[in-house]
């Protein structure tokens, strides 16, 4: 092989085959993106009434690999439909190549075990896209039954979860390389931990109320397609009173950060999360009282993605930990000073 090909070989396969904490936290960036954009689309093939464009599974139809013109269908349905399951192959991809990486960096490291964590949190991105796979394709042959809907996009939500996890532990690395192994100490106080533990207990449940949200209304998808038999105006209150009881939690996080002293890190991501969600609000109430335009809605399922991003980010940032200083801080000890000689008499 040419001297030339083998460098640019090496350049290319680098960060899979020879991974640094950088290209480590470039990949599980990537992944973070991959996942969020099909979370996104699929959001956009429900609320377009896509979701039967392809009414059989793994094939478009029973007639059919591809997209194609199917009863009951446009062909802009179709493509919308078929348009996100191609998404999966660039996916799958970036999900392989973050667990190759991970794999490599565990056995590039002098005491692999540490790095266990990193292998198991890489090997979610594979095992979610099969998962997901395999779920979209329940959805589908159960005609969009609100439930298995609800799992889709909940289980998406935990991959998402997983992506950001090992992003922000690879950051970690990146900002402090070779510090792993010594004592360490929380940067920020216990109680702030513990807010922001409940932060994502009641993210979880507000993703799990939007599901349920959408999956009664008007946008579940075509006439035709099953809802959950409960009122539109209850669940939509109960989506809000969480929303609420996530707002108070967020800013009593931030204040706490902010009077604590915490790491400037810590306090820059609490405003983040506290600016994402607001924009949430926001627009969960004008799409309300627009009765629910697709577009907005579809925004308004983006955000919560990125909400959930956000506050799992804020989450890792409040656990961080600093190597404790070991240094002897006792007192010095000074050396004698050195006494004249006497002179010869």
Not at 197 to 223: E, I, K, N, S
Not at 267 to 279: C, D, N, Q
Request: aromatic share 6%; glycine share 10%.
């Amino acid at each position: 092989m040419p001297v030339d090909l083998k460098s640019r070989v090496t350049a290319w396969t680098g960060p899979v085959l020879a991974p640094t904490p950088v290209s480590m936290r470039r990949l599980a960036l990537a992944g973070v993106i991959a996942d969020t954009v099909i979370m996104s689309t699929g959001a956009a093939v429900r609320l377009s009434a896509s979701g039967l464009g392809c009414p059989d599974w793994p094939q478009c139809s029973t007639a059919d690999v591809v997209a194609s013109k199917n009863a009951g269908q446009t062909l802009l349905n179709t493509w919308i439909e078929f348009g996100n399951r191609l998404l999966n192959f660039p996916l799958v991809i970036i999900a392989a190549l973050i667990f190759i990486a991970a794999w490599r960096f565990r056995l590039a490291e002098p005491d692999g075990r540490r790095r266990r964590g990193l292998v198991w949190l890489a090997a979610a991105q594979p095992l979610g896209v099969v998962a997901q796979a395999v779920i979209g394709g329940i959805v589908v042959l159960t005609k969009l039954n609100p439930a298995t809907v609800s799992v889709h996009f909940l289980v998406s939500a935990a991959v998402v979860a997983a992506a950001v996890a090992l992003h922000m532990r690879c950051a970690a690395m990146a900002r402090t390389p070779g510090t792993s192994g010594g004592p360490e100490t929380p940067t920020t106080r216990r109680e702030l931990r513990v807010i922001s533990a409940a932060l994502v207990a009641v993210t979880c449940l507000m993703l799990a109320a939007g599901t349920v949200v959408t999956g009664t209304g008007p946008l579940a998808g075509d006439a035709g397609v099953p809802r959950y038999k409960l009122p539109l105006e209850g669940v939509t209150q109960l989506h809000a009173d969480i929303g609420w009881l996530l707002a108070g939690l967020s800013i009593a996080l931030v204040l706490g950060l902010r009077l604590s002293g915490a790491p400037r890190r810590a306090v820059r991501a609490g405003w983040i999360m506290l600016a994402a969600l607001g924009s949430q609000g926001v627009i969960g109430y004008i799409q309300y009282f627009t009765h629910l335009p697709a577009g907005l809605v579809w925004v308004h399922v983006t955000g919560s993605v990125l909400v959930w991003i956000a506050v799992l980010r804020l989450y890792f940032t409040v656990r961080e930990r600093a190597p404790v200083n070991t240094a002897r801080t006792g007192p010095v000890v000074t050396a004698p000073s050195r006494q004249p000689e006497p002179l010869d008499r």
